[in-house]
């Protein structure tokens, strides 16, 4: 009996054995090689010359991978974190009085 909280096409994938993620950082990978093919070449030199119309489209295509593992949770910790108000603070008032020759006292107490 399958599970009811998992839905069918994840279910689904594991039968096949697919998981997404691994193919996704696998293509990333890819990209990485097909690009130092484009910008080098057979002797490991840089290219003079390479297109940059395939160049920019592999980037993109990185990209594009690595906003569809955000979706997955990979994502980087924030930075900054929120701190809740527990409770309320305290006011002390106090009350000063200016005498008869402009010193400051505390009120006659």
Not at 44 to 63: D, I, T, W
Not at 78 to 83: C, I, K, R, T, Y
Request: aromatic share 6%.
């Amino acid at each position: 009996m399958a599970n009811e909280l998992v839905p069918a096409s994840i279910t689904k994938l594991a039968e096949l054995g697919f998981d997404p993620i691994e193919k996704l950082v696998e293509f990333h990978d890819r990209l990485d090689l097909d690009i130092y093919h484009l910008t080098h070449d057979e002797d490991g030199e840089p290219r003079a010359k390479f297109s940059n119309l395939a160049y920019v489209g592999l980037l993109n295509l990185k990209q594009k991978i690595a906003a569809d593992l955000l979706r997955f949770k990979y994502a980087r910790v924030p930075e900054v974190s929120e701190v809740k108000n527990t409770g309320e603070v305290p006011i002390t008032q106090i009350i000063l009085d200016l005498g008869d020759d402009g010193a400051v006292t505390d009120g006659g107490k």
